[in-house]
């Protein structure tokens, strides 16, 4: 099963992989993106996603689906005291 995760430019950003017998999967996406190597930077995990929308692309075999998740900027609570 490969699950890859592209930018708004179709650009690769994540790639995702497992092998193993056929079952239910689940995957988590840390939002860390993988390391350019054109850029060294320490840690390589340092770099995290940002807010937008992403294709999401799963395979398994012949099979392929593919579908949309957004990434927003969570709201603070809001808190008065008084």
């Given at each position: ?16 992989s ?7 999967h ?48 969570p ?8």
């Open positions: 099963m490969a699950l890859k995760i592209f930018d708004k430019n179709g650009r690769a950003v994540k790639t995702l497992e092998t193993g017998a056929a079952r239910i689940a995957a988590e996406w840390d939002l860390s993106l993988d390391a350019d190597p054109r850029v060294i930077s320490f840690p390589k995990s340092a770099k995290l996603a940002p807010p937008g929308t992403y294709c999401i692309e799963v395979q398994a075999g012949p099979i392929k689906l593919s579908g949309e998740v957004r990434i927003e900027v709201s603070q609570p809001k808190v008065s005291l008084g």
